[in-house]
Structure formats: structure tokens, C-alpha cells
Nanobody, 124 residues
Framework: QVQLVESGGGLVQAGGSLRLSCAAS????????MGWFRQAPGKEREFVAA????????YNADSVKGRFTISRDNAKNTVYLQMNSLKPEDTAVYYC?????????????????WGQGTQVTVSS
């Protein structure tokens, strides 16, 4: 069982940056693939980024490549999402998710544990 708590969301102007954090409980955090997803009003939840248990293989959605970076610190049971060059279309609730497997997958149904979400709003 893993519990996830996101933080770091907020209001930022276009072109700005935010760093989201996701603190995980549980002693086996290092064995989980971690992902970030987002959901804008009226839209389905979508994949943003994922990272393997070792942190060596990050995956990013095409829409955020070159702007967002996922990383993790297993010693702190924390995964991060550094978001740069933010655009109004990045506005959404951002969710942290955990998958109890070393295999990195990128769909909502592949993840078993979810945080409560943190709001990111980018103004134009």
C-alpha cells in the first residue's frame, strides 16, 4: 500500500516555472514506477511523465518534452515534476501515481495508487 501527497501547485504566468513534489509513504517506494498525470476541466486524465524505479529512464508526453522533467529521490520517498516554460494549456489538476512494477507504462489504468491532485493554473 502506498499513499501519495502532492504539493507545489499554484498560479503562474505563461513562461514561468513550478516544481511539483509527491511524497510517498511505504517502505517499498523504490520498487515502484512513478508517474504524473493531469486532468483539465472537461477532459480526460492524460499522461505527462513517468520514471522507472531507478530513475534512469524518464518518459515524457510529446506535449511537455523539452519543458518538463520528472525525477525521483528514493532516499526521500519523493518524486518531482519540474515544469518550465509553462503555457496556458498546461492548466490542469496534476496527479501523482504509483505502479508496483519496474515496467514503465503510460496509461491511467496501469497505475494502482493516486494522490489527491494539485491545481496548476497558467495565466496568459
Amino acid at each position: 500500500q502506498v499513499q501519495l501527497v502532492e504539493s507545489g501547485g499554484g498560479l503562474v504566468q505563461a513562461g514561468g516555472s513550478l516544481r511539483l513534489s509527491c511524497a510517498a509513504s511505504g517502505r517499498t517506494f523504490s520498487r515502484y514506477t512513478m508517474g504524473w498525470f493531469r486532468q483539465a476541466p472537461g477532459k480526460e486524465r492524460e499522461f505527462v511523465a513517468a520514471i522507472s524505479w531507478s530513475g534512469g529512464r524518464p518518459y515524457n508526453a510529446d506535449s511537455v518534452k523539452g519543458r518538463f522533467t520528472i525525477s525521483r529521490d528514493n532516499a526521500k520517498n519523493t518524486v518531482y515534476l519540474q515544469m518550465n516554460s509553462l503555457k496556458p494549456e498546461d492548466t490542469a489538476v496534476y496527479y501523482c501515481a504509483a505502479r508496483p512494477s519496474i515496467v514503465v507504462l503510460m496509461t491511467v489504468s496501469d497505475y494502482d495508487y493516486w494522490g489527491q491532485g494539485t491545481q496548476v493554473t497558467v495565466s496568459s
